[in-house]
C-alpha cells in the first residue's frame, strides 16, 4: 500500500501541476495548485519527513494558496484561451526545461543506489555519502517531528521561548499598527 | 557532557539548587533586599510624579502596580543573591556548614540527597542543562529549577566523610 | 525580568476601561522595569568565575564580563531613553483630532509603545549574551521588529510612512545576508554553536571556505548599524521617522550590534587569506571605517534637516566605532567601549534637547504675537470655524515641525530659553570632539590607540573628518545663537495641530533634570573620570587576560 502511494502520489502532484498550468480559469488553477502541494506533502509524510509534510500543508496550503485565491478572487483577470499561446516562448521554454531536467538527471546519475534501496533513507540522494550503510535508521527510527520536538524543547528551549516572544509582537504589532 | 568547571572564590554548593532550597536559604540580607526594591518601586514613580508638572490622574493605580514591579525584580535580585551563594560566587560559611548538616541529615534518614523525581534521567539532565547558572541572566529571563536531578556539579563525597554508614561514592559529575 | 514585566503589562493593559489609568503610568513603569533589570545584570557584572564565560541554558548564550556590562549598559540606556516618552503623545499622524487631555492620555497606542519597546530591549539583552547562530538571529530579529513596527507611527503621512518601509526592507534584506551566511556556515562545520564553528575552523589548515559566510554575516550587521557603504537607508529613515523612534535607532540598536560585532571577532579572524595571514574582515571592518568617517562627514555638510545632519554624524561617529573595533588590542576595546559610552551620553542628550525643542513647536515666546488658546466648547466640532478659532501655524504636508534646521530659527533662539540652547551647545561641541568636554577623550582614546597599532592614514582622516564635521555642528550653533526670529502667521483650514493646545512653553521637568545631568556628565568628566575609565580598563581587561 505504502509503495502504491509512493508512486501513485508523485503521479498526481504531476498532473496537478500540469493541469495548474493548463486551466482555463485562474481558481482553478489555484485549486490545482493546493492539489500539487497535498500530494507532496503526502509524499513528504510517507518518506518520513513529517515536519516538511505538516508545514507544506500549513504554510503553502493555509497562507500561500490561500493568499492566491483572494488575490485571483479580487482582481479581475480575463480567461486565458489556450490556443491563443503565443509560440514565441515555447523555444524559450523547450530550453529552460530541458536544462533544468538535465541538471536532474545528472545528479541522479552520480548517487549509487544500490539495490536494497529504503525509499526512507534520502542519504541516497547525496552523491558522495550514498555507498555507506544507513546506519541512523537501523537502530532505532525517529521521526523526523519528533527530532525536531527533542530538539526544540529539551535541547534549546530558549530558541523556542525567544520564538514565543516574537510571535507576542506579531500579535501586538498590528494592534498598534492598524489602531 | 559533564557541567563546567568553574574557578570559585568560595566552595561550590551546589551549581543548580532547586528552587524551595534557594528560597529556604535567604539570609536577612536578602530579605532586606527584597523589601528594598519592593519599596524602591514607588518611590522611583514617585519621583517621576514630581518630575512632571501636571500631576497624572492615576497616581494610585500607577504606585500599586510599581510596587507589583518592585516585588517581582526583588524576588528576583534575592534570588541571585541566594543563588551565587549556592554556586560558591560569594561568600558562603553559613550556607555551607547549613548545607553540610542538613544533607548528612538526609543521609541519616535514608532519604535520596537530592530527592525523588518522576522524570527519566535524560529528562533530569537536560533540564538541568537550562537551569544552570540560570539566575545569571535575570535581567532578560527568570528560570529557575523545580527539577530533583542529580547533577549538580559538585563532589557530593564531602557529606558522606566521617559518617558511620558510608555509602559508595557517588561522585556524580 | 525584563519577560515578567512584559507578561505583567499585557496582563494590566486589557484592564485600563476598569480600572482608566492613562499611557503615562505604563511608560513610567517600564522605565522603572528596565532599571531594575539593569540592576540585576550589574549584580553579576565583576565576579571572578565570569572571565572565562559561563555557558547557560545549553550552550546557546554565553554569559562573561563584557556580556553582563553591555546587558547593564543597554537596560541602562533604555530606561534613560524611555523618559524620552513620558508625556509625549504620540499620535496617529501629524494632524490630531481629539479635543481633550484625557483622551490623548488614554489613547491605547501610546499605553503600548512601551510594551514594544520592553520587546526590542529584550532582542538587545539576548543579543549581547547569544553564543549561537540561531539565537544571534532571533535576538535580531526580536530587536529589530519592535523597531519597524513602532517607525510606522505616523500613519497619515506620506514621507514617515515611506521611511518606515524603507527601514523595514533593508532591515529584512540584512537579516536574510545573515540568514545566508549563517546556512553556509552550518553547512561547513555542521555546527551551529559560533564557539564550535571557531575550533572547527580552526582546525582545518589552509581552508579558506569560511570565509565567505563569515563575510555574509558580518556583513548583514553593518547594514544594520549603519555603516558606510551600506548606510543610505539611514538618513531618510531617521528624518522620516518620528524623533522618539528615530532617537532609540540611533542609539540602541547600535550598541546591540556592536556588541556583537566585539564577540564576533574571534569568529571573523579566522576568516583569513590563507597565503598572508591578514585577517579580510579585519580589513572590510577598516574599510568601512574609513568610508563611514569620510561619507558621513562629506555628505552631512550638505544637509539643511537637522534629523537627516544627526543621521550623517551617527555614521562619522560609527567610523570612529568600527576603527576602534578593528584594533585587536586590549587598549583598542578600552577606546571603543569608552567612544560607546559617550556616544550614547552626548547622543541622548541630543536626541533629548532635540525632542524639547519639537515639543515647543507651537508656542512663542517673549514678545511675539502669536499665541494658540483652546477653542470655546459650545461649538460643535464638526464644523470648520470650530477650528479656525485661536491661530495657528501653518503647516504644510512636505514640512514637519521642527525637522527643518531653518525653521530653528524661528523659536530655537539663544534669548527665548538659553540654558537649553547652551546645554543643545555643549552636546554639540561634544559631539565634535572639542576639549575638554567627553567626546573629546573619546576621540583621543580612539586615535591614540590607532597611532599604536600603526593605523597612519586612517588617524590622519579621521582628524580631517572631525574637523568637517565641527563645521556642520557650527553651522546649528550659528543658527541657534545668532538668527533672530520671524514667524509667518496663516490660518488653515485643513489642518490644525491640536497639540499646540496642550504643550507647554517650557519643557517638562523631568526633561530638563536628564538634559542638565547629561550635560553635567559632559562637561564634568574631565573632574572625575576615574569610576568610568577605571571600570571600561577591567572590563576590556577581563576579555583578553582570564
Same mark, same amino acid.
Given at each position: ?179 | ?42 518611590? @522611583?514613580? *514617585? ?66 540527597? *537530592? ?16 537551569? %544552570? *547558572? ?9 528560570? @529557575?529549577? @523545580? ?10 563525597? %564531602?557529606? *558522606? ?11 556524580? @559529575? | ?143 529589530? #521588529? ?7 507611527? !505616523? ?42 564553528? !571557531? ?16 563575510? &555574509? ?13 551600506? +548606510? ?50 579585519? &580589513? ?14 562629506? =555628505? ?16 562619522? +561617529? ?43 513647536? #507651537? ?38 515641525? #521642527? ?9 530655537? /533662539? &539663544? +534669548? ?10 555643549? /552636546? =554639540? ?14 576621540? =583621543? ?20 573628518? $572631525? ?24 490660518? $488653515? ?17 523631568? +526633561? ?15 573632574? !572625575? ?18
Amino acid at each position: 500500500m505504502r509503495l502504491f502511494l509512493l508512486e501513485l502520489l508523485p503521479f498526481l502532484a504531476l498532473v496537478s501541476a500540469i493541469f495548474v498550468i493548463t486551466a482555463d480559469n485562474p481558481i482553478l488553477g489555484v485549486l490545482f495548485l493546493i492539489g500539487v502541494f497535498l500530494t507532496v506533502s503526502g509524499y513528504l509524510a510517507l518518506i518520513g519527513l513529517t515536519f516538511l509534510a505538516l508545514t507544506y500543508l500549513i504554510i503553502y496550503v493555509g497562507a500561500i494558496a490561500i493568499l492566491f485565491l483572494f488575490v485571483v478572487m479580487m482582481m479581475d483577470l480575463n480567461l486565458l484561451d489556450l490556443s491563443e499561446l503565443p509560440s514565441v516562448s515555447f523555444p524559450v521554454a523547450a530550453i529552460l526545461a530541458s536544462s533544468l531536467l538535465a541538471s536532474l538527471i545528472s545528479l541522479l546519475n552520480q548517487c549509487n543506489i544500490p539495490f536494497w534501496f529504503d525509499s526512507l533513507n534520502l542519504i541516497h540522494l547525496i552523491p558522495s555519502l550514498s555507498s555507506t550503510l544507513s546506519w541512523s535508521s537501523t537502530f532505532h527510527l525517529i521521526e523526523h517531528l519528533h527530532v525536531l520536538g527533542l530538539a526544540l524543547y529539551v535541547a534549546f528551549p530558549l530558541l523556542l521561548i525567544i520564538v514565543g516572544l516574537i510571535l507576542l509582537l506579531a500579535i501586538i504589532g498590528p494592534i498598534v499598527l492598524c489602531l | 557532557m559533564p557541567p563546567q568547571k568553574v574557578k570559585t572564590d568560595y566552595e561550590p554548593i551546589d551549581t543548580d539548587p532547586h528552587f524551595t532550597r534557594v528560597v529556604r536559604y535567604f539570609r536577612n540580607s536578602d530579605y532586606l533586599v527584597w523589601a528594598t526594591t519592593t519599596a524602591f518601586g514607588p518611590a @522611583f514613580y *514617585y519621583l517621576l510624579e514630581k518630575g512632571g508638572r501636571v500631576p497624572s490622574p492615576n497616581l494610585g493605580f500607577g504606585l500599586k502596580l510599581s510596587a507589583c514591579v518592585g516585588a517581582v525584580g526583588g524576588f528576583l535580585f534575592a534570588y541571585q543573591r541566594s543563588s551565587m551563594r549556592f554556586w560558591g560566587w560569594t561568600e558562603n560559611l553559613q550556607e555551607y556548614d547549613r548545607d553540610l548538616r542538613e544533607m548528612r541529615q538526609r543521609i541519616k534518614e535514608g532519604k535520596p540527597l *537530592y530527592g525523588v523525581s518522576r522524570m527519566s534521567e535524560y529528562a533530569q539532565m537536560s533540564s538541568s542543562w537550562m537551569s %544552570r *547558572y540560570a539566575a545569571l541572566r535575570f535581567s532578560a529571563f527568570p528560570i @529557575f529549577n @523545580f527539577v530533583n536531578h542529580n547533577n549538580h556539579g559538585v563532589d557530593t563525597s %564531602r557529606y *558522606y566523610k566521617d559518617l558511620e554508614n558510608d555509602d559508595e561514592n557517588e561522585e556524580k @559529575f | 525580568m525584563v519577560i515578567l514585566s512584559i507578561l505583567l503589562l499585557a496582563a494590566a493593559l486589557p484592564f485600563s476601561s476598569v480600572f482608566y489609568f492613562s499611557s503615562i503610568v505604563i511608560n513610567r513603569v517600564a522605565i522603572l522595569v528596565l532599571l531594575l533589570s539593569s540592576l540585576l545584570a550589574f549584580n553579576t557584572l565583576l565576579l571572578e568565575p565570569l572571565g572565562v564565560g559561563v555557558g547557560i541554558y545549553g550552550g546557546v548564550c554565553l554569559v562573561s564580563v563584557i556580556s553582563q556590562a553591555f546587558d547593564c549598559f543597554i537596560l541602562a540606556s533604555g530606561s534613560l531613553l524611555l523618559v524620552l516618552a513620558t508625556g509625549i503623545l504620540p499620535m496617529k499622524s501629524l494632524y490630531y483630532w481629539s479635543s481633550t487631555r484625557e483622551e490623548i492620555t488614554h489613547d491605547p497606542l501610546s499605553k503600548l509603545i512601551p510594551l514594544i519597546l520592553l520587546l526590542s530591549t529584550l532582542g538587545m539583552s539576548c543579543l549581547v549574551t547569544s553564543s549561537d547562530l540561531v539565537t544571534v538571529y532571533l535576538s535580531i530579529e526580536l530587536q529589530s #521588529l519592535p523597531l519597524y513596527i513602532l517607525a510606522c507611527l !505616523y500613519r497619515d503621512s506620506e514621507p514617515a510612512t515611506s521611511a518606515a518601509l524603507k527601514y523595514f526592507l533593508i532591515g529584512a534584506l540584512s537579516s536574510c545576508l545573515f540568514l545566508l551566511g549563517s546556512s553556509l556556515l552550518y553547512a561547513l562545520s555542521g555546527l551551529t554553536s559560533l564557539e564550535g564553528v !571557531y575550533l572547527v575552523s580552526s582546525l582545518g589548515v589552509g581552508y579558506s571556505g569560511f570565509l565567505i559566510p563569515v563575510l &555574509f554575516i558580518g556583513l548583514a550587521v553593518l547594514i544594520k548599524l549603519p555603516a558606510a557603504p551600506f +548606510h543610505y537607508w539611514a538618513p531618510d529613515v531617521y528624518d522620516g521617522v518620528p524623533t522618539l523612534v528615530t532617537s532609540w535607532l540611533a542609539i540602541m540598536p547600535k550598541i546591540a550590534l556592536l556588541a556583537f560585532l566585539l564577540l564576533y571577532q574571534g569568529l571573523s579572524q579566522i576568516g583569513g587569506i590563507v597565503v598572508t595571514e591578514q585577517s579580510v574582515w579585519g &580589513f572590510i571592518l577598516l574599510g568601512s571605517a574609513l568610508l563611514s568617517l569620510v561619507l558621513g562627514a562629506l =555628505l552631512g555638510v550638505a544637509q539643511y534637516r537637522i534629523k537627516r545632519m544627526v543621521a550623517y554624524s551617527t555614521i562619522s +561617529h560609527l567610523g570612529f566605532l568600527l576603527l576602534a573595533l578593528g584594533l585587536v588590542t586590549p587598549q583598542g576595546l578600552e577606546a571603543y567601549l569608552f567612544y560607546l559610552f559617550q556616544y550614547v551620553v552626548t547622543s541622548s542628550n541630543l536626541f533629548f534637547v532635540l525632542l524639547v525643542y519639537s515639543n515647543q513647536v #507651537l508656542e512663542t515666546w517673549g514678545d511675539s504675537t502669536v499665541f494658540l488658546e483652546q477653542p470655546k466648547p459650545e461649538k460643535d466640532p464638526s464644523e470648520e470655524s470650530y477650528w479656525l478659532e485661536g491661530l495657528s501655524v501653518m503647516r504644510t504636508p512636505t514640512t514637519k515641525p #521642527l525637522l527643518i534646521s531653518s525653521e530653528y530659527n524661528r523659536i530655537s /533662539c &539663544f +534669548h527665548s530659553n538659553p540654558v537649553l540652547a547652551l546645554s543643545f551647545a555643549i /552636546c =554639540l561641541f561634544s559631539m565634535a570632539g572639542i576639549p575638554p568636554l567627553i567626546g573629546f577623550f573619546g576621540k =583621543l582614546l580612539v586615535l591614540t590607540t590607532a597611532l599604536d597599532s600603526g593605523y597612519y592614514f586612517l588617524v590622519f582622516i579621521a582628524i580631517l573628518v $572631525s574637523v568637517i564635521t565641527t563645521g556642520f555642528y557650527l553651522r546649528v550653533i550659528r543658527v541657534l545663537f545668532f538668527d533672530s526670529i520671524h514667524f509667518e502667521i496663516s490660518r $488653515s483650514t485643513e489642518m490644525i495641530l491640536r497639540r499646540a493646545v496642550l504643550s507647554e512653553s517650557d519643557p517638562k521637568p523631568l +526633561h530638563s533634570m536628564v538634559i542638565a545631568t547629561l550635560s553635567l556628565i559632559i562637561i564634568l568628566f574631565l573632574a !572625575y573620570p576615574y569610576p568610568s575609565l577605571n571600570s571600561l580598563h577591567l572590563i576590556a581587561l577581563s576579555f583578553y587576560f582570564w
